[in-house]
């Protein structure tokens, strides 16, 4: 039986910061802000059920045969937009904690 050299896991130096404000996300270097990247999200699950539209009144038409592709299509806009609707429902929740909060 033939032996198998083993090799140590490396792990990456820490990266430590004599100031807090040296510190940052990564989005935040480069400029993303949380408001951009939700209107992206928002957008991206309007194509999606844009796309799901254009398949499904072409499956009905009879211009496609392929009637898989038309009910993934359908599948990604329902989850996509259950998703947005969660993350919605959850951004809600949040200000209504933050507007309780006593100052």
């Excluded at 993303?32 to 209107?39: H, I, M, P």
């Excluded at 009637?67 to 599948?75: E, F, K, L, R, T």
Aim: charged share 25%; no cysteine; proline share 5%.
């Amino acid at each position: 039986m033939s032996e198998i050299p083993l090799q140590g896991i490396s792990f990456p130096a820490p990266i430590i910061k004599s100031r807090p404000d040296e510190v940052r996300p990564a989005d935040a270097q480069k400029g993303a802000s949380f408001g951009s990247v939700l209107q992206e999200a928002i957008k991206g699950v309007d194509e999606l059920q844009d796309k799901t539209d254009k398949e499904v009144r072409s499956l009905m038409a009879g211009e496609i045969k392929d009637i898989h592709s038309a009910m993934i299509a359908v599948q990604k806009a329902d989850v996509s937009f259950q998703m947005m609707m969660q993350v919605r429902n959850k951004l809600v929740s949040a200000y209504q904690e933050i507007m309780k909060m006593q100052v």
